[in-house]
């Protein structure tokens, strides 16, 4: 072996081991949080310390009641979960539709930046059409060291990366519902609009409802991978990173004729992340095109191997990632008609990329404040970024806050050509905001569970039918300035989605949140119809009279109807009275509350020896197995079809234990804040039941008392059938008291989330 070999595989060992080391460094699971603060001057105090504020306790709940739909552009939770369904989608013919126009130019004191110029459409949940024009600016430096290790031929490689990157975006929301409406002014160049240079005039020509954007991104990482062909169309990969990100952000929101607001983000970032997957891959030959003999042929040949390789290459991976960060957001609010704000605001940004620099500078300010400081130490750590802005601005800012958090997530990924894509993810997240002029502290732990799923994906096409579920958990608590920690409450939060699927999947929806709503409250006892939502209005049903079709039994086939799209919000909230009455549940309603979820033959089995159940000390179910099976001889059966129905049984009497030592798990940690990280680990499917999300729900939702709970679903659809009009309802599940306050409370809550979480492309 040559000197030169053996240093390469040295310096290979080196970094391979260390990336080994740091990914399994121990890391604090992270979570999602809601405080509020701005402009009804709520606390999270009064979210987590009860919601009923405003009422008794002692006041019936009122069944589900249909609302038209309160604006809600501002919600950049859902803007996520609605841009990501509408993405790589068939969905207009003129929707993808972009002008791509690249020039080189300087800006600022950063010369020889390359500029690239793109106009596009995107679709806010309303329908309505927005135009944006994004001109991007990159600075890069980095390098890729190759062949430092090699096995067989196949060599591993550490890439060093680092660079500037920022980029102008404005959003502009038209009154055009259809894309292709939008087409002259997409084309129209002499209205692109770009934030720079920034100046008073360009400032007052902001429509109402305009968003300027200008976010930044400095980056330093090191990545390694290795790609083992198996065979000439297979291989088989592994990789290894880790990369920290600071990403300061400028965005202007004209508010209305009167008011901008300024919103500045100082985002800190470390990522550490393993992968492996398998797939296929195509060449030029594979695909039926010529051989790239020259550079137009080699370029088509990169444009569409990427693209034919993106729907139909067989694919597989793994992937997990630890993150953690701290994040500062400041806000102003600029009176549009005074020209000495106007200017001290053009004056602040410098009207050049000079805002980067000035934005990185105020980052430095917070390098030492850590999410362990006290609420005064945290208190003067923001208080004295906020004042670099105030100086520079001459205005005393409106919000100014800070999270810190760390998060662990696990991701999968496959695709079977044309047929199927599924993408999925889980993970834990904790975050801790605090707000200035606030003596609390915000706790969050959050479990979240996401999925998409998209059949008959076509090249140059994309994908014709798409599913997309987002679930939450959010578990709250804060802490005053004395270091209490209140107890917790807890918001559950599902979005799903479909995009060209059949009114019975968009039925469904809120058919599946009916399958919780419906035990409310009901100790173990049978079911809550109050809580229902009526579908059947919602969704009127075909009559079977009417239907020309039958199926193989001779049954009438009701024709189903198609929707372009269809979305659904839904919100649950345990207030801290709830969430105590959970925890504290008596081992035999736990019990009762998963019988009463049974359902079918199973729960036929269970009723007729339900009371042969018994259950110890520690939670152990167990029964008079000679007595069941006597009870359940009827159900026995023998030979090629054998069932016994004392297995059943069996199944039944281990998974309540288990439910039931999840829950007492959670009562027997003395620290509120560990109750609540525990509480989000149950929730999430992490206890020795392994039942989660929805099922989960179905039990605990049974242990409170309707008064400690709201419910709000919103739903929406985009059918594009003739003669019939698109369902746009808000329906709430609450007493008048409770719904008076979750309404001002969990609103601004949201609202914070919102403020922390990064902009989606249609929000600031």
Known sequence: MNQTSSNSKSKFAVVFFSLVCALNAPARSADFSTYFDGANQGSMAELVGGLRAAG?????PKAPTAEQPQPNTGNNELLHFWEDLKSDVFDDICKDVEIPIEAGFDIGQIAGVEGKFKRYMKQYPDNKIAVIDEVGVKLDAGHTFTDIFNVNGNSFNIGLSGGLEGKSVVVRKTNEDKYCKNLLKLADLRKVK?????????????????????PARLHMGISGGLGYPVQPWLTIGFSLGTSKEMK?????????????????????????SAGASVGTSFDAGMIGLPEAENFLMKEIDKA?????????????????SRAKGQKILLEFVIDAKNPAQVAKLVDFLKG???????????????????????????????????????????????FAGSNHFNS??????????????????????????????????????????????????????????????????????????????????????????????????????????????????TQGNGINSQFMIDVNTLFPRLDPANSTEVDEWGQPVLNTKSYKSALMSFSLVFTKEAVRDIVAAPAVTIMKAVLNVMEGLDREILQKVQHLFKIDT???????????????????????????????????????????????????????KAKAKRLSEVLAGKGKSRVGYENMMQVMIQLVNVKDIFAKLDLKTDKRIKNE????????????????????QLGAANSLRDRFSDPSVLSD
Request: glycine letters at 6%.
């Open 408 to 521: 662990n997530s696990h991701a999968s990924n496959l695709v079977l050509p044309i047929v199927l894509h599924r993408e999925a993810n889980a993970g834990q997240r904790y975050d801790r905001y605090q707000v200035s002029g606030s003596e609390q502290v915000l706790h969050v732990h959050n479990a979240s569970k996401n999925t998409s799923v998209s059949n008959i994906n076509v090249p140059f096409i994309g994908k014709i039918f798409k599913h997309n579920t987002n679930q939450n958990f959010y578990v709250v608590n804060y802490e005053n300035g004395r270091g209490d920690i209140s107890e917790a409450a807890v918001v559950y939060q599902r979005y799903e989605g479909y995009i060209k699927h059949d009114e019975s999947d968009a039925r469904g929806m809120v058919t599946d949140m009916n399958e919780i709503l419906k035990y409310a409250g």
């Open 352 to 398: 050049d990329l000079s805002i980067i620099k000035r934005l990185i500078e105020m980052g430095v300010r917070f390098n030492d404040f850590s999410s362990l400081d006290d609420t005064a130490s945290g208190q003067e750590a923001l208080n004295s970024v906020s004042q670099v802005a105030a100086e520079g601005l001459g205005l005393n800012s409106t």
């Open 56 to 60: 008794t306790r002692n006041e019936a």
């Open 618 to 672: 520690e939670g152990k179910v167990d029964y008079d197995w000679k007595a069941a099976r006597k009870l359940l001889a009827s159900y026995q059966r023998d030979g090629s079809d054998s069932f016994d129905p004392l297995s059943v049984v069996n199944s039944f009497c281990t998974n309540a234990a288990r439910i039931i030592a999840d829950i007492a798990s959670v009562r027997e940690i003395g620290d509120q």
């Open 248 to 272: 300061p952000s400028v965005t202007l929101f004209k508010m209305d004729a009167e008011h901008i607001r300024l919103r500045i983000r100082l985002d800190r970032i470390t990522v550490k």
């Open 725 to 744: 009009e698109n369902i746009a309802n808000s329906y709430n599940v609450y007493n008048d008291n409770l719904q008076a306050g979750y309404n001002s």
């Open 304 to 320: 569409l191997v990427k693209e034919f390789n993106k729907y139909l290459a067989l694919k597989f991976g793994l992937s997990t």
């Open 194 to 214: 770009t934030i720079l240079p920034i100046n008073e005039k360009r400032i007052n020509e902001m429509g109402v409802n305009e968003i300027w954007k200008f």
